[in-house]
């Protein structure tokens, strides 16, 4: 499901004056990790501010973000191949689109190239990740890694097994 579907109908749940029925305030609750009380009406305002701030961060990230033109350009390559490298999985892509080209977030690139190893972290999540969920897994300093994060990590030659592991626990989750 795209995050924006996911926002919309979490949006119309928590905006709504209706009861959820029992089976969506599950799905909600067991699948989305959303806490019950949080769809009580004295907490339905707190809850249309996290998807305001949620859609909000994800526009941001967006507006942020490389075009392919931009991103064949910073690394030096035909726009053709980074939309191959994108199929293949060693980029990174949001589900944005700006100027109707694909949306690649700044922190996969330093120096002119390509994070090392990406494929094989963003292959490790089990479960499909938002690009905000992406970035904040990368860009988290953690104890694990000699308090540098993901990013840090690969680009000075961190052992790519450490972060799979870390990515296909963070999609257990």
């Known amino acids: 499901m795209e995050a924006d579907t996911f926002l919309s109908i979490l949006e119309e749940a928590t905006d709504s004056t209706a009861t959820l029925t029992q089976g969506e305030l599950d ?10 009380e949080g769809f009580k009406p004295d907490h339905a305002s707190a809850a249309q501010l996290a998807i305001e701030l949620q859609v909000s961060r994800a526009n941001e990230q967006a507006a942020e973000g490389l075009t392919t033109t931009e991103v064949a ?4 390559i035909a726009p053709a191949n980074v939309r191959r490298a994108a199929a293949n999985g060693d980029l990174f892509a949001s589900s944005r689109r700006k100027n109707r080209e694909l949306v690649f977030p700044a922190w996969q690139f330093a120096g002119g190239r390509m994070l090392p190893n990406l494929r094989q972290v963003l292959n490790a999540f089990v479960v499909p990740m938002h690009p905000l969920d992406v970035e904040a ?7 694990e ?20 592991r870390m990515a296909a626990d963070e999609g257990r989750l």
Do not use: D, K
Request: charged share 15%; proline share 5%; glycine share 14%.
């Open 73 to 76: 350009e910073v690394l030096g």
């Open 145 to 164: 890694l000699g308090n540098r994060t993901g990013i840090e990590w690969l680009q000075t030659g961190g052992a790519p097994e450490v972060l799979v």
């Open 27 to 36: 799905f909600l609750v067991n699948r989305a990790g959303i806490p019950a």
């Open 137 to 143: 897994f990368m860009s988290t300093a953690r104890e």
